[in-house]
Nanobody, 120 residues
Framework: QAQLAESGGGLVQAGGSLRLSCAAS????TAWFRQVPGKEREFVAA????????YYADSVKGRFSISRDIAKNTVYLQMDSLKPEDTAVYYC?????????????????WGQGTQVTVSS
């Protein structure tokens, strides 16, 4: 059973940075999604267990970076040059295997989410 716990959200001004952490067990792909009220959950970034090239949504490419510390069982999402439209609840999710997908349905394990608010 993959257990997940996010941390690191908060309030930041536009142009600022935040780093989210996801404490996770299980040797599978890990992804970050985000959701605002009234909208569907949106893919942000994903990384496989064994390394390889991460995958990013076009909206965050060049600003966000996903990484993994295997020894700590932790996945990070470094968010730079934040924009007000990045405001959302951010969720960490674990997949069934090491494959990277953008479909939330391919990730059976989810954390409770952490709020990120970017002020203009």
């Amino acid at each position: 059973q993959a257990q997940l716990a996010e941390s690191g959200g908060g309030l930041v001004q536009a142009g600022g940075s935040l780093r989210l952490s996801c404490a996770a067990s299980g040797r599978t792909a890990t992804a970050w999604f985000r959701q605002v009220p009234g909208k569907e959950r949106e893919f942000v970034a994903a990384i496989s267990w064994g390394g390889g090239t991460p995958y990013y949504a076009d909206s965050v490419k060049g600003r966000f970076s996903i990484s993994r510390d295997i020894a700590k069982n932790t996945v990070y999402l470094q968010m730079d040059s934040l924009k007000p439209e990045d405001t959302a609840v951010y969720y960490c999710a674990r997949g069934r295997n090491s494959g990277l997908t953008i479909n939330p349905g391919d990730y059976p394990y989810w954390g409770q989410g952490t709020q990120v608010t970017v002020s203009s």
